[in-house]
């Protein structure tokens, strides 16, 4: 970054709305993550294993778009260089198409399948022409990493709040615009949402202020590439927040199957679930720069991850008692939020520091590449999600689903999760350690940390 604008630090209120785009975004994707399995093969009759392929498949071909925009981004293609006014182009549009995903139109099987692959692919180029400047914000924002983290957990605040609102006002909408008829509920609930994740998305363009430029970089995508893959903070925090999203995969796309067919509850149990999940993650996401504070990043991952793992073992084995299960559920949330902040705190960082290491500034590269990378995880958690039903031989509407089925369901919704915490426990530990990162970042002015 060559440039400034101003080297005012952003104030509380700048940093609060910053955590209105992933408000916006983690509502509309998570929408699409938590129902559009149950309304592929539930209500608009595509088989589930037609519904695997698609969801990897389609998120795979949109992943080649985020590597394009940061191309965009460095060689100053569009809008000059800067990454606000893509959020005001194309903010809107990405709540419309949410709505199309969930657009029932009467079409023969092979035209059903066709609409669902051109809906959910528009709307994942669109998630990414919103997603990655908005995640480069930070970058153009402020060079202190105290800042960063607290943009992190201000957008952690968002995105966890609108996991609460997916679990907790999607279904009743659903059955209140459609009095029964989920055909109807789900269009009619998908354009209030739509609409207003839309409009929300557009709110950091009005309120944060890029008092940064982001260097131009004329280097070809090899070069620019290559320097991603020599700098080592930023290879480790891709993986482990790629992870991530094949843990909430499995949570979102399989809650709703678990609450019926192996608790034997109502479907809104599942939405409940959910609901806990935001409700609980905002409470570790406002926890985690205390404890980032007094034990690192590095272990703020680490220690949470390990102490979800122990409560996702609880929630298996322990009684089918409704308070006993959403408490369990929350712990296990909870300890989770705790990593999202320094997750992103850790992206912006990486970034920097790339450029220090290699001598070769690809920050839009960067971060649309791990955005790539996110949603390949995301592709592969939502197709493993509809696989582990098909493997299980889940039949739709039937009284009661065979002891396989629920088998599968159960190591869907926990076992997997319990994998991803492990796994990206220990592959943190690579990561840069808090001495170097600090060598390495120096701010140009000493400053005070400022509080969340």
Wanted: hydrophobic share 50%; proline share 5%.
């Amino acid at each position: 970054m060559n440039g400034t604008t101003n080297n005012q630090r952003p104030a509380l209120s700048e940093r609060m709305s910053f955590g209105f785009g992933d408000l916006a975004g983690n509502a509309l994707f998570g929408i699409t993550g938590a129902y559009l399995i149950y309304y592929y093969t539930n209500v608009y009759g595509i088989s589930a294993s037609s519904v695997a392929l698609l969801m990897l498949l389609a998120r795979v071909i949109d992943s080649v778009v985020d590597p394009v925009i940061g191309y965009l981004i460095d060689h100053r293609i569009l809008f000059e260089g800067r990454v606000r006014p893509y959020l005001k182009w194309f903010s809107l549009p990405l709540g419309l198409l949410t709505f199309c995903c969930f657009l029932p139109l009467p079409l023969g099987s092979g035209g059903r399948l066709a609409w669902a692959y051109a809906t959910y692919l528009v709307m994942g180029v669109l998630f990414s022409l919103v997603i990655v400047p908005y995640g480069l914000l930070p970058n153009v924002m402020t060079r202190n990493r105290e800042d960063r983290l607290s943009l992190s957990t201000f957008r952690m605040m968002g995105a966890t709040l609108a996991t609460f609102l997916v679990g907790s006002s999607i279904l009743p909408m659903v059955h209140l615009f459609g009095a029964g008829n989920e055909k109807l509920g789900y269009p009619l609930a998908m354009a209030v949402a739509g609409a207003i994740g839309g409009g929300l998305a557009l709110i950091p363009f009005f309120t944060c202020r890029e008092r940064y430029e982001l260097e131009a970089n004329a280097s070809p995508v090899r070069v620019l590439l290559g320097s991603l893959f020599r700098n080592r903070a930023w290879v480790i925090v891709t993986i482990v927040l790629s992870l991530f999203y094949i843990n909430l995969t499995a949570f979102y796309g399989l809650s709703i199957y678990y609450a019926t067919e192996v608790l034997h509850r109502p479907q809104y149990f599942g939405g409940v679930l959910i609901s806990m999940m935001g409700a609980s993650k905002v409470l570790g996401v406002t926890c985690s720069p205390w404890l980032a504070r007094h034990v690192g990043q590095k272990l703020t991952i680490v220690l949470p991850y390990i102490l979800s793992a122990m409560g996702l073992a609880l929630f298996a084995y322990g009684p089918n008692s409704s308070v006993y299960l959403v408490a369990i559920f929350g712990l296990i949330c909870f300890f989770q939020g705790m990593t999202l902040p320094v997750f992103y705190a850790m992206v912006a960082d990486s970034i920097d520091y790339g450029t220090v290491v290699t001598g070769v500034t690809a920050s839009g590269m960067a971060y649309s590449v791990n955005s790539f990378a996110g949603k390949v995880a995301w592709a592969i958690g939502g197709s493993l999600s509809a696989a582990i039903l098909g493997w299980g031989g889940y039949v739709p509407h039937a009284a009661t689903q065979t002891y396989t089925a629920r088998a599968f369901i159960t190591f869907g919704f926990l076992g997997v999760p319990a994998c991803v915490a492990l796994l990206s426990a220990l592959i943190i530990l690579l990561y840069p350690s808090e001495a170097e990162m600090t060598r390495t970042l120096q701010p140009e002015t000493p400053v005070e940390p400022q509080s969340i």
